[in-house]
């Protein structure tokens, strides 16, 4: 078994024992409605690229795409208030009306429905550890 060093001298397992957990992922990309609207917010000409690393929503377990899709309407107003405040914080800049087509306007969207995780160490929220 291949084994990486993690902080603290904690190992991650690469190859070996894993477990699949009962969660999807929903990873989000911004797309032109997004980008613009970021770029309105000042003359800064800042916008986010939807290139770079992006945040992953872990969602509930689902069999097929249709399920995934009735998981996500339910879920969408808290990934896209977060991509928002991810830019920008103040709510009122923020665009009215948010809906599951905006959203699905606003983003590429990319479902899994697997999630293995390969490290052989308690996951933990990183927020309770500051």
């Given at each position: 078994?291949?084994f990486?060093?993690?902080?603290?001298?904690?190992?991650?397992?690469?190859?070996?024992?894993r477990?699949?957990?009962?969660?999807?992922?929903?990873?989000?990309?911004?797309?032109?409605?997004?980008?613009?609207?970021?770029?309105?917010?000042?003359d800064?000409?800042l916008?986010?690229?939807?290139?770079?690393e992006?945040?992953?929503?872990?969602?509930?377990?689902?069999?097929?795409?249709?399920?995934?899709?009735?998981?996500l309407?339910?879920?969408?107003?808290?990934?896209?208030?977060?991509?928002?405040?991810?830019?920008?914080?103040?709510?009122?800049?923020?665009?009215?009306?948010?809906?599951?087509?905006?959203?699905k306007?606003?983003?590429?969207?990319?479902?899994?429905?697997?999630?293995e995780d390969?490290?052989?160490?308690?996951?933990v929220d990183e927020?309770?550890?500051?």
């Open positions: 078994m291949l990486k060093k993690r902080q603290h001298d904690v190992t991650c397992a690469i190859f070996g024992s477990a699949i957990l009962n969660r999807g992922v929903v990873i989000v990309r911004p797309k032109q409605p997004y980008l613009e609207w970021a770029a309105g917010l000042d800064s000409e916008v986010p690229d939807p290139n770079d992006q945040t992953v929503y872990l969602i509930p377990s689902y069999g097929g795409d249709g399920e995934a899709w009735e998981i309407e339910r879920v969408h107003p808290a990934i896209f208030e977060n991509e928002l405040y991810g830019w920008h914080t103040d709510e009122a800049a923020w665009p009215q009306g948010r809906n599951l087509t905006m959203f306007a606003w983003f590429e969207i990319e479902l899994h429905s697997v999630v390969l490290c052989d160490y308690e996951i927020d309770d550890e500051a």
